[in-house]
């Protein structure tokens, strides 16, 4: 049976509409992925642990259904990521694409590479509003255990969004 899942887009390197779109296209042309609905893009600065700035992100959401579990689908987010040049060299490195399991159904998972739903997303607006675009009653598991639309009217993150007149394929 296919699970719904959400994942998180971003990219702040290189043109980074076209990353996201080819992110877009390839989950779509996977057999074992459904494409649902994407997001509207937003941009917004760049979260840094330092004060290096860097370029903005262009930020999205995209609901799927797949059969992959859990480790498989975070192999092929990783597999897209480096063909489109990432390179892991330090955490919150700027980077042309970034893909993150954001949740997974109602499955709880951690592991030392990979927790669902996504430990950070309470804090991150650029995450939480694209997502409550598409699906705001999503009733995120424990840790959360709430709706997506209540995380983003809690989330302390304050930091301006532009919404973009622009829509990733679905």
Known sequence: ???????????????????????????RRHPAIELVACSPVYESAAHTLADEPQPDYLNAVVWVRTLLEPEA??????????????????????????????????????QATLTIPHPRLSERRFVLQPWADLAPEFYVPAPFCTSVAMLLARCPDRAPLHRLGVLLES
């Open 1 to 27: 049976m296919r699970e719904s899942v959400f994942l998180g887009l971003g990219a702040n390197l290189g043109n980074r509409l076209v990353q996201l779109q080819a992110a877009v296209a390839a989950l």
């Open 73 to 110: 689908l975070l192999a092929l987010c990783l597999q897209l990521e480096a063909a489109a040049g990432r390179q892991r060299t330090a955490p919150w490195s700027p980077r042309p694409l970034d893909l993150d399991i954001l949740a997974y159904g109602q499955r709880t998972l951690c």
